[in-house]
């Protein structure tokens, strides 16, 4: 879960600024810009996009190529530099920034560094770019990037800005196209410009007109003034089914489909037949849902529950004594739509189940008289290798199966999305779609021999930077 | 329109951090803690909460009486310090935050100078602690508040930090009760602890119950596990109706009246007649208005803007040549709720008319058939004297009348509240608010002999900085 | 030990940043300048002057009338701001930076809080800032600084900024004259301009001349075009001779007397008949007796040890473990000179021993065959209650006299200069000196019983910060 | 004129920092640490040491074995990173500190292109990294720092931290040794520890015994627990005769030779024999020179000019009016030893004679009678190219001849040291000395076809940006 961008733009820097403010949504723990004009010019920092470059002369990053980067937060450990892009000198000087999860890293770094290549940090993006780096060495980018996704398993939507021949930026997917990934064009006085993006939203702010995906195993070479599509890879489709249910912004268009249509359908699609008062959504993921299904049943909507817009989604209280209440920070209750009230509660998704509880607990203190959980996404029982937080199956709720949930979450009833009721929403067939988080058949090869000891050896790597 | 605090409580520093971050809606260019224990010890700085107390130790603002303050962008001029809590020495040591505005404090610093006080701001805070701070020398706190009250015309929801005798907080309101302020208490270990906040939000957040309002020319002094009640002046009431409509957020309690309830009830009472296919809000304020509009005329309420979360009210476009487009940045339209559709728009206000031109023009790019706006509140034809950022008649688009508003905006149409509408919608008489910016009539003494002086000379001095 | 500067200059807070600058010596801790045109501004701040100001537009001061300090490191408490010049709003608007120490300032401090006049520090500097703004108030500025002076006892050479009728600056200095203050004036071509300052060198560095030392007693009003000066109380001179020993830079006249010239004639008098190879002094306050010292006594002088310019005098090592070594840090040894060599090592006095024992230990470490210890001042025996950073006698090594004090820093012998060679070589007479430190005759009524209480008291207060 | 270090020590940052401190006056521009334990660490930043690390935690940069860096003021472009160390990740991990000039960088640059390297900026250590690690990828380090020393032409004195094999130091020095370096040795319980650094002064702060010189052409490796001597190439030792006369501090050791005996004979060494009344040097380089000047003439020996010591080397004035006026900052005189007299006024050299002529012109205005300028180095009239700022040959007010020198700079006579005078007070055979900017004898090929277009290119693109 970060969001990357790479362009072609007589304004690069500054295209590549609101761009990632448009995705910020997707990581508000980092985020950095490599340009090129002659040379390369890099700005990366710690914080939400407006943090990083407050005070920051955007017309440093010089150039009319970039890449950019805004991250999720994870417990990397990077001694040499701070966050994405990375950035290599030899050969020809290049970056790299990446959305997804390699699977197969460990292994890789071990090759890496029989080859004399030091590796920083734990982070698979710079297993990555050194996996390409060495590719180069021996041939063009093509075939470069047809022996890397030969080596890297896993999902990978990264773009590449290189040195080479006066500079270009390369956008890739993985065979199966986990994580999205769009190309937008723009029309301007000196030719045509192009971008690529995580969500499509990072095109509509900068005056890009959608084309089109990238495909699943395709690289997309951006120049000055010209696009050159090769399929490097056949295409197997797997598309992450999260992105609709959460992670992607809903005004964002992902493989043709809407995610906000998306949204409003798995509200409708939900079988519910309690008798309840009102429809209350989880704000802001859960309003589209909660519309939908709240208009499915005739259900009164309301907004009865309020959040504050000053705290974002990665504030931490300075106080250790009050993290436990933080919730109750960002959301208020309306007490008037919530007292005495028999109230359908839409969220999102159910996945580690602890904010669920919360949120139950606190209508009910606010006098609500009966609370239904509905749950806009199917049961969450596998972890996800592919860069989503929830990749330790134990701290799933749902990973040993929906009994007694709603005990769990303290709710009168749980109401679950089915996966047939997913797919319909989304418009896609089921065999295009990696529901593997909820039923566990993953797309790609897991070469290590027990799925499960993927998560539990990247989460012993980063506690404790033995490797 | 700024956010005030005051309290006894064991945490004192920690729960004022916590109230400022719930009532962040009212102010976010400046924020700023003074608390007492034997000494005052100030925090103020310019940004928001989060932004002034990032990294500081809350702890080293000690003690267990506190005021604290959210400021409202205004163009002030402080060379000594930064924002309020503004504190004075002498007598006593008193420091003081303000949410108002007082229309005779030319008149007063002229008075004031007369005195021997150096006044180092043009802001009506400092004029209001001098005042008060001179009075004092001659008299005890109540006295000198009535002394005080007597002197200063106009609009103050304030509290004081005095350090006299052990220290006490002093909240009080002018006698119109114009800005709200409300009083809560908590039951602790240690006894009953007491804040005044200017919503019910900051003291929901930090466990207090709300009792009432602090009454229109009412004095209440919060001791160390004791509170006062002194009626000063003789109230008039003369409510804000603009906090229901959109300065207010809506989980807050406002002269026991829901501020969500009213906005719900403002969108039910729009008479409308035009055919439409759908109603959409401006988010955040509109959303209530929208639900309630959209189930009294039986429409369809959909989500067609999406906001970025990641871009405040404040946010500046960091290069000039994109600052018009700021608009857009912020919101994102969803093309499917929009294209070919006849849209009823819901926003809470129309003032200078500027944004709502940009967002009937951003929902035209996107396809719209026929664009209807919808204003929750009646006609803005006057400007307000009493804080609120509208105080230049010429700027208020509807300061000559309606008359082709449709044109000015580029609305197909254009449906107003009525007064009678906004009045039945809050649930209070007519004669306890202050609808002055829609008809004129002020219930305070503006002895300027031209009203329209009071802003013109108010703006001057702004900007010359010359008195 | 800190240093003051107070002026009239159309240019002001530019002189003023560059007359601390050249004043730096007297204190590194904290810095800050009070400017006045219709308003006040300030700026002050932790550090060096450079530090304070990097990157501070000087042009945001504003006005023609400055006056600003330099601070020496003391364990002050002051939650409200930071570092002088203090500032009160009341009457009239006045700052005050002050270089000395009031004896009778808890007493002093009692009578104020009588008043309801709030302390928020331990600074003597806010206590006299409060009783002249206490007199203020009754009458004017010339009559309540005799108030104030028949008030406070102790060392006090000040300077005001004061609001009233359009703004000047007043200097003054106690009856005694302990800490020296300098006058200049400049003829420019809008007139006469004034300045105020601890030192001349601050004088010299932005074109003023010296005309002469404020007198003990005395009252200099620098306002716009004009100076008045005024004998406020009789002057009774008691000029403190640690000036001239050490603080003081060698570019300095004081009283009329070069600072260097004393020095130089310091090492002259020095009764010396050892064999020795070779002179060294201390860099850099020794060097000009040293000098004087090898040049009488017809012995060759050499720079033997070689201090690291980056390192200041208030350089902390950033790990505790390595702290004791820090002298070795910022001198080096030229072992060629002082291995197999005896040494006369001159150094202008020795206060507490400890930092004499280290140099004896570098030296002999480097192969020195005796080292002779050399003080250019009479044995201090008695503590400073005046502003020198030597308040506690049992700390003084020679407090219980002189007995064995080569066995104390491990010299081969230790020589004095008598208190006849101080005076002579100052060129004053005896009775005009204060020589308190050396002989315990204190020019001021020390109205605490027992003298020996001040500097205890002093310091629990400072730990404890209880009063 | 750089300083650089490089070491084994169990407390490698924090050995690193203290030596860095020690040699701060080779560079206050910048300064950097490379660590290395598995990882590199590195921290680098602009301005002094302690600035730079300020508020670091050293023990962050983690590891054993460390190089580090300080920088003189130049001109660079280099917009990815800030300062020395240059880190390369490929091959094995590499950094490099460098202290020198490469005269043949250009046409290496190009060579480095046409292998696919980017090159970020116009540094010539990064031309010297990279030249290494393409070696590297074909060799082994030895071999490899073999067919670097084949193709680099110039001066360099370096230091580099290889990651290959658990890490190891390599310090060398090209074959003429033009700028120094030297090994030292500290016993501890845990074995023995290395250091190689600039100058001796960084060996002594930490504890370090000085073996000896890196000889020209050698290459030390320093190991966990060991070192090793290759000599690469053969010895032509030219060394820098500047670095006796200027650059290095006077209590270092190079070659052998006392920097601070070589500054007393070099003073003892000038043939003069006009009357003057006294003989002052300009603090703080000159101070040597003129005491052995002074004694050899037998004439008396004053400190006529103070230094404001918080007032560094690269101190700007925040204000361009006053920037000429910036030696008079700096520099403060005791009227009473100029005024009226006749000066030999001794500095260690004469370049621009901008700051000569400012400095006679200070002594004039203070009352000198004569100024008779001593200048303790031979007349400079040609460029450096090895690494000193004295790069182009018109800017050096003897490169045509001393003709009028004394007119140019505005003294009564100028007196130069003699090449003869400068050899017999170093004490080493001419031929082993490189006296280029003295007699136009450049020890090194310069490929370039015209020796002065060297520095004209260089300055072209140093402005330029262009290559």
Same mark, same amino acid.
Not at 29 to 40: H, M, Q, V, W
Not at 355 to 358: A, G, I, L, P, W
């Given at each position: 879960m970060c969001g990357i961008i790479g362009l072609y733009d007589k304004e690069a820097s500054w295209a590549a600024y609101r761009s990632l403010l448009a995705i910020q949504h997707r990581g508000q723990? &980092?985020?950095?810009?490599?340009?090129?004009?002659?040379?390369?010019y890099l700005k990366t920092g710690n914080g939400l996009v407006t943090e990083v470059f407050n005070g920051f002369p955007l017309d440093g990053l010089k150039g009319d190529l970039a890449i950019g980067h805004v991250r999720y937060p994870t417990s990397g450990d990077n001694p040499l530099g701070e966050s994405?892009?990375?950035?290599?000198?030899?050969?020809?000087?290049?970056?790299?920034?990446?959305? $997804?999860n390699l699977t197969n890293y460990l292994e890789l770094k071990r090759e890496l560094r029989a080859k004399e290549r030091t590796l920083q940090t734990t982070s698979d993006t710079e297993v990555l770019l050194n996996v390409f780096a060495d590719e180069l060495l021996k041939s063009d980018p093509i075939t470069s990037l047809e022996g890397t996704m030969n080596k890297v398993e896993g999902s990978?939507? !990264? %773009?590449? @800005?290189?040195g080479q021949d006066g500079g270009k930026v390369i956008a890739f997917r993985d065979p199966h196209g986990i994580r999205p990934l769009v190309i937008g064009e723009k029309d301007t006085e000196n030719g045509k410009e192009y971008m690529a993006c995580s969500e499509s939203v990072g095109l509509d702010v900068t005056g890009y007109e959608l084309i089109r995906d990238v495909r699943p195993g395709e690289m997309v070479t951006i120049k000055r003034g010209g696009i050159e599509f090769d399929q490097i890879m056949e295409p197997k489709p797997a598309h992450c089914c999260f992105e609709y249910v959460y992670i992607s912004r809903p005004d964002s268009i992902i493989e043709g489909k809407s995610v906000y249509d998306v949204r409003f359908k798995l509200g409708e699609n939900i079988d519910f037949s309690k008798d309840v008062d009102v429809v209350i959504p989880v704000p802001d993921t859960s309003r589209t849902a909660a519309l939908g299904f709240a208009l499915k049943n005739n259900l009164p909507? =309301?907004? $009865? @529950?309020?959040?504050? =817009?000053? #705290?974002g989604r990665t504030f931490i209280m300075p106080c250790q004594k009050y993290r436990e209440e933080a919730v109750i920070e960002k959301l208020n209750v309306i007490r008037k739509e919530v007292s005495g009230k028999r109230i359908a509660l839409v969220d999102d998704s159910i996945v580690r189940g602890t904010? !669920?509880?919360?949120l139950v607990t606190l209508l009910r203190k606010y006098g609500a008289k009966e609370v239904h959980f509905i749950s806009s996404c199917p049961p969450i029982t596998n972890p996800c290798y592919y860069g989503i937080?929830? !990749? %330790? +199956?134990?701290?799933? %709720? &749902?990973? +040993? $199966? #929906? $009994?007694?949930?709603?005990? +769990?979450?303290? &709710?009168?009833? %749980?109401?679950y999305q089915t996966i047939e009721g997913l797919v319909r929403a989304i418009g896609m067939p089921r065999s295009k779609l990696c529901l593997a988080c909820l039923n566990g058949e993953y797309p790609t090869n897991l070469s290590c021999s027990n799925a499960e000891c993927l998560s539990r050896n990247r989460e012993l790597e980063r506690r404790n930077m033995k490797i």
């Open positions: 723990n &980092a985020a950095g810009i490599l340009t090129l004009n002659s040379k390369f994405q892009p990375f950035f290599l000198q030899y050969p020809h000087g290049l970056g790299l920034a990446h959305n $997804g990978y939507s !990264s %773009v590449i @800005l290189l909507y =309301r907004e $009865g @529950l309020i959040k504050n =817009r000053y #705290i904010t !669920s509880r919360r937080d929830m !990749s %330790v +199956k134990d701290e799933l %709720v &749902a990973s +040993k $199966g #929906i $009994g007694d949930i709603e005990g +769990k979450i303290g &709710a009168d009833s %749980v109401t």
